[in-house]
């Protein structure tokens, strides 16, 4: 029988593990070993594995691994497809995850499909722990999906103790932004807050504190929002409405708002930061785009997957182990959207 045929008469079919030891002359068992990344198989005896596999076409079939294995080595991630930043961390995550030995599958929360139903998915498919980014689930479902399966919090730092969570110093970073803008000479300095999105609370209260600390409570202004585009646009049209109280910079909670913002602010001929300056909170790569180039405050989205994925491994080897909260010191990114306020 030819190499990558069966029994059926001649016919090809797809190559099978059996194919594979074929070719190189040794048992399928061994060939078993080198696809689970065994030990016992020498570098050499992998290597030739490896090219007999590409030659005959074939792949490791992962859902027959996963069947024979008492373990999944899987972590299932919770994302949300349109935030950017949530992008970054899963860039960080697959590698982390790869040093650790563990595979990733991702679940995202979309418009048609709430985060209940994203993390459930994750779990009817072995995932053996469970990575949340920037979750608005409610902390009683968190911790009860603690109890079930180890679980890390991305974004928040408000879990009760119940799961490990990997978040900014989110006053730190709102305080850096007050700050540096104070220093430009801004004190015209509004705040469009995030609703109920991951550190907006955090970030909305340090924005209140650094304005009464430089003497501008009298100033501050917080303008509903929600960490969206939509909401940073909506923001400026409400500041348009009446252009001789416009304020001379604005603290958005997120890149994606301030972004909605600097957009509605271009439609309407407003100049930025000539006009008015504008900071936002992520440094995401929407940001750090030419033509956007946002004043930030940058979260080491690495650093906090490398957290997270670390956590949750953790937790696997010990279950005993008590949850920690791990903080991440954020960094400010100046960049052309921020400057002297007019007439200075």
């Known amino acids: 029988m030819d190499e990558g045929t069966r029994g059926d008469g001649g016919k090809r079919g797809r190559p099978t593990m059996a194919d594979v030891a074929a070719r190189v ?24 594995v490896f090219a007999a596999a590409r030659e005959l076409g074939y792949r490791p079939d992962s859902a027959a691994q996963l069947l024979a294995r008492s373990r999944s080595k899987v972590l299932g991630v919770m994302m949300t497809v349109r935030n950017p930043f949530h992008a970054d961390l899963v860039e960080g995550i697959y590698p982390a995850a790869e040093e650790l030995g563990y595979d990733i599958l991702l679940s995202a929360a979309v418009p048609t499909r709430d985060e209940r139903a994203a993390v459930e998915a994750l779990l009817s498919h072995r995932c053996e722990g469970v990575i949340l980014l920037g979750p608005n689930l409610d902390g009683a479902y968190v911790a009860e999906l603690g109890r079930r399966v180890p679980t890390v919090v991305v974004g928040r730092g408000d879990a009760d103790g119940e799961v490990d969570t990997v978040h900014t110093a989110e006053a730190r970073g709102a305080r850096e932004v007050v700050d540096y803008l104070v220093e430009l000479g801004h004190t015209e300095i509004v705040h469009i807050d995030g609703g109920s999105g991951p550190g907006s609370a955090e970030r909305r209260r340090a924005y209140r504190a650094a304005m009464r600390r430089h003497g501008l409570e009298a100033s501050a202004r917080v303008l509903p929002g929600d960490q969206t585009e939509e909401s940073g646009a909506q923001a400026a049209e409400s500041l348009l409405a009446d252009r001789a109280a416009m304020p001379t910079a604005v603290f958005a909670s997120n890149d994606r708002c301030a972004v909605g913002f600097l957009d509605a602010m271009k439609r309407a001929g407003v100049a930025v930061p000539g006009e008015i300056s504008v900071a936002g909170f992520d440094d995401s790569r929407l940001a750090q785009l030419s033509h956007i180039d946002l004043t930030t405050v940058a979260q080491a989205p690495d650093r906090q997957a490398d957290l997270a994925v670390r956590a949750v491994v953790a937790r696997l080897e010990d279950p005993a182990r008590a949850p920690a909260d791990h903080v991440v010191q954020p960094k400010l990114i100046v960049r052309g959207s921020t400057g002297r306020p007019p007439g200075r």
Do not use: K, Y
């Open 25 to 48: 002359g040794v048992s399928r068992a061994l060939v078993s070993l080198v696809f689970r990344n065994e030990r016992g198989p020498s570098e050499e005896t992998r290597e030739r």
